[in-house]
């Protein structure tokens, strides 16, 4: 069974800080990986998708790693804006099937 | 391109009705996941269907809870007899292949009273 951990469960930065969110998986034979955001009380909107045959993708100020050998992922955020707090999930497609696991998630605050 | 539709957005139910909750896939994937999100907890798969088939369903619950993806129409959740234990927010994905991309609506909030 896929269990997916999302370290620190919340993080609070001033504004203009670099923010490093990181998630890890337990079997490596996974599918993709995303990343996505989710705002209080709204649904889930994808940030960035990395293919298992990926190292990294990289979308504006959001830049993502893999390394699947190692059952890692890290979500980098450049330069934080207060519009960057939200909750930050990471989730796992497997390579034999389609459930995406999801990490609790790692709560992020950007302060003015 | 739309994207994922769900709706009702919020949900109110007495403990012993019915809730339906729908979703309208993005134009072009045929393939539709449900999530919940409980309070306080991460999603959980519960169920992924294409046109017509159930295609794993392992994550409902073994009673009250039912889906449907027909021909024509939308993807409908549907759970019966609702207890205070099924508040929680109800989610559905679509993408064009499993595993794919997959494409979330924004929920639909179920509060049972």
């Known amino acids: 069974k896929q269990e997916v951990t999302q370290i620190p469960a919340a993080l609070s930065v001033p504004e203009g800080e670099n923010l490093v969110l990181n998630c890890s998986f337990t079997?490596?034979?996974?599918?993709?990986l995303q990343w996505f955001r989710q705002d209080p009380g709204k649904g889930l909107t994808s940030l960035l998708l990395i293919q298992s045959s990926q190292r990294e993708q990289t979308s504006g100020r959001l830049n993502a790693s893999l390394d699947k050998s190692s059952g890692r992922s890290t979500l980098y955020i450049a330069a934080s804006q207060p519009g960057d707090s939200a909750t930050y999930l990471c989730?796992?497609?497997?390579?034999?099937?389609?459930?995406?696991?999801f990490g609790a998630g790692t709560t992020v605050t950007v302060r003015a | 391109n739309a994207g994922v539709m769900q709706n009702p957005r919020h949900l109110v139910r007495r403990r012993g009705q019915e809730a339906r909750l729908r979703c309208s896939p993005m134009?072009?994937?045929?393939?539709v996941y449900w999530y919940r999100q409980l309070p306080e907890e991460g999603l959980k798969f519960m169920v992924y269907l294409q046109k017509e088939n159930i295609i794993d369903e392992s994550g409902m619950p073994k009673e009250r809870f039912s889906a449907e993806f027909p021909k024509e129409g939308p993807s409908i959740l549907r759970i019966q007899q609702v207890v205070r234990g099924d508040s929680a927010a109800y989610f559905c994905?679509?993408?064009?292949?499993?595993?794919?991309?997959?494409?979330f609506g924004q929920g639909t909030r179920l509060t049972v009273v």
């Open positions: 989730a796992v497609a497997r390579s034999n099937d389609y459930k995406l696991s």
């Open positions: 134009k072009g994937h045929s393939h």
């Open positions: 994905a679509s993408s064009p292949g499993a595993p794919g991309e997959a494409f």
């Open positions: 079997d490596s034979a996974i599918y993709n």
